[in-house]
């Protein structure tokens, strides 16, 4: 089990471009949430999908910020006319079924910068 | 909506001394599912236990939390800390409510010293 694969390791970007991550969850499981990480903010919870269908997306930006998961097999969260705030670790996490009780498996982040 | 509080933002320990992080949480809904997860240096956060019996004590790895509905706390203890506990941890929370999204506090870095 390779558990939860995020890539890019590390995106670096100019103001105002766009950055796309993306996430593989582990496989078998339908649960796939994100999270951005600062040092001030901690873990922030952005959106989540439950078998490919959003549920909750109350933490997305949402002028710039856009999620999709278009098969069981990976998700991806893409952030349009970047700015320097957006610069963090962008965490993704899988759980069996999302139903609470779950442990959530993260990957390994990716970590974006704008300059 | 859910949400958690961890007051402390860092806690400096002596290696031996005993470990109390605090966790409190807010929900409407009465059967919350509390967790507690660790991250250690260049690493993604992990389990480290999680609880969702009232009054109930959980232990993992030499830490212990007690889930307590009348008080909405869910405290991360240990009875000593060690240099390889030097870490950040983070309360989390979800339930039916919340549409089963987990909500994380702001974490608590805890430092042992020798």
């Known amino acids: 089990n390779a558990g939860v694969i995020q890539t890019p390791r590390h995106k670096v970007t100019g103001k105002g471009q766009e950055a796309t991550l993306w996430c593989e969850p582990i496989s078998g499981h339908s649960a796939v949430f994100w999270y951005r990480q600062t040092i001030v903010q901690g873990l922030e919870f952005l959106t989540y999908f439950r078998n490919q269908a959003p549920i909750d997306d109350s933490g997305m930006p949402k002028e710039r910020f856009s999620a999709q998961m278009p098969n069981q097999s990976h998700s991806t969260l893409k952030i349009q006319s970047t700015q320097p705030q957006d610069s963090a670790v962008y965490l993704c996490?899988?759980?069996?079924?999302?139903?609470?009780?779950?442990?959530?498996?993260f990957g390994s982040g990716t970590r974006l910068t704008v300059l | 909506g859910d949400s958690v509080t961890q007051t402390e933002g860092l806690v400096t320990l002596t290696e031996g001394l005993p470990v109390m992080l605090n966790c409190t949480y807010q929900t409407i809904y009465s059967n919350p599912f509390l967790f507690w997860y660790v991250q250690h240096l260049n690493e993604s956060p992990r389990l480290l236990l999680k609880s969702f019996t009232d009054n109930k004590r959980t232990e993992h790895q030499g830490f212990h939390a007690t889930l307590h509905k009348s008080s909405s706390s869910f405290h991360l203890q240990k009875s000593s800390a060690q240099l390889s506990d030097s870490a950040l941890y983070y309360c989390a929370l979800s339930d039916l409510a919340g549409g089963y999204k987990v909500v994380f506090g702001s974490g608590t870095r805890l430092l042992v010293s020798p």
């Open positions: 996490a899988s759980s069996l079924a999302g139903t609470g009780a779950e442990t959530l498996y």
